[in-house]
T-cell receptor, first 111, second 115 residues
């Protein structure tokens, strides 16, 4: 799996968009970008994934650069409950494979 | 919405004792996982299980660990002789047979404390 780099921490005001960056310059053509989050000691929660097109679901949007070397997870209207550690994981989309979690970004949403 | 459940939420045991952590994955899922997270550290993969056998395991998953799917619903992690360093949160996860991607759904975890 390709290595990812994320800032260790970020702050965001409640109601504003939270933009979480991830660098994955060694990503290969068959690797997807996955985002998970972990709210204080709870189990990690899947957010979104993508290959090269931008993706949106009810939780977030994922913007992947054209060269696929970086991506941004966008929470359009952050709430206090979005305070969590966000993990960017790059991996091949094969069945059964492990998830390798890095340090992630601690996002703190402030009132 | 279906979810992964785990019991107990907190287990306290003495060093050297055996513990069994239980998980009920989402009912139509076919792939099952255990991860652990030592306090203040990263989430670490332990083992994956598919078609009634281990499909992948990490270097952490040594002979002290075993997994089992004793019936059609439960998935268990057994630690035969617990050590102090086994104290951690243990997360069970499951996913379906394919389709959209590698979304794994995690349970709330069991906090294991070894004294």
């Amino acid at each position: 799996d390709a290595k990812t780099t994320q800032p260790p921490s970020m702050d965001c005001a409640e109601g504003r968009a939270a933009n979480l960056p991830c660098n994955h310059s060694t990503i290969s053509g068959n690797e997807y970008v996955y985002w998970y989050r972990q709210i204080h000691s709870q189990g990690p929660q899947y957010i979104i994934h993508g290959l090269k097109n931008n993706e949106t679901n009810e939780m977030a949007s994922l913007i992947i650069t054209e060269d696929r070397k970086s991506s941004t997870l966008i929470l359009p209207h952050a709430t206090l409950r979005d305070t969590a550690v966000y993990y960017c994981i790059v991996r091949v989309k094969t069945s059964g494979s492990r998830l390798t979690f890095g340090e992630g970004t601690q996002l703190t949403v402030n009132p | 919405e279906p979810e992964v459940t785990q019991t107990p939420s907190h287990q306290v045991t003495q060093m050297g004792q055996e513990v069994i952590l239980r998980c009920v994955p989402i009912s139509n899922h076919l792939y099952f996982y255990w991860y652990r997270q030592i306090l203040g550290q990263k989430v670490e993969f332990l083992v994956s299980f598919y078609n009634n056998e281990i499909s992948e395991k990490s270097e952490i998953f040594d002979d002290q660990f075993s997994v089992e799917r004793p019936d059609g619903s439960n998935f268990t992690l057994k630690i035969r002789s617990t050590k102090l360093e086994d104290s951690a949160m243990y997360f069970c996860a499951s996913r379906d047979s394919g389709g959209a991607g590698n979304e794994q759904f995690f349970g709330p975890g069991t906090r294991l404390t070894v004294l």
